[in-house]
């Protein structure tokens, strides 16, 4: 507002209330459980008994970026279609062998198949990986440098990224534009 009419404004709001919204579960957590919820980089923080920080999701690739990859613990159901791409890229693994009535490993065995996914991850360029982790339906990102995004055809489609002229200075700045996109506003 000041910056459109040179006039501030008043806000009277509570800092309890907008910091219980933006620590998600820890207030409660500390309430109810009395423990405290630890930050996990790479996906919500929890407390140390709900065992969230059990597996890494910031995994390593051959070009030496990385993925967000929180599901490497691959259910069932999945594992079809991570074997599918595995063989599509001839990665070599081990996981063909049926292990229960569904062909699917048992669930002690979980940890083999996400030591296996996470090879086959650092087997590949992260853009490869992201891409082909969303082609699958996986949940997968790309960690890039903020940079690293003006080129992506997504961000591109919607137009994201706008240039602002900075009268004062002479030139203009791409800059992120607004988070969501409505049908009735600028």
């Not at 390593?60 to 063989?87: K, Q, S």
């Not at 081990?94 to 996470?118: I, K």
Request: hydrophobic share 35%.
């Amino acid at each position: 507002h000041r910056d459109f009419t040179g006039e501030g404004q008043y806000i009277d709001t509570s800092v309890h209330g907008a910091l219980a919204l933006t620590t998600e579960m820890h207030v409660a957590t500390w309430i109810y459980n009395r423990q405290v919820v630890k930050r996990q980089t790479g996906r919500h923080a929890a407390a140390d008994s709900m065992n969230f920080a059990a597996r890494k999701t910031q995994h390593l690739c051959a070009d030496g970026r990385y993925v967000n990859f929180g599901a490497t613990r691959v259910t069932p159901d999945r594992l079809p279609v991570l074997i599918e791409w595995m063989d599509s890229k001839g990665f070599e693994h081990d996981l063909h062998d049926p292990r229960d009535a569904n062909g699917a490993p048992a669930a002690a065995e979980a940890d083999h198949v996400a030591d296996v996914f996470e090879r086959f991850i650092r087997s590949m360029p992260s853009e490869e990986v992201y891409h082909g982790a969303q082609d699958r339906e996986f949940l997968c990102g790309a960690v890039r440098a903020p940079e690293d995004n003006l080129d992506d055809p997504h961000w591109g489609d919607r137009g994201f990224f706008v240039r602002v002229e900075h009268p004062e200075l002479g030139r203009s700045f791409t800059y992120p534009g607004a988070a969501s996109i409505y049908g009735k506003s600028p």
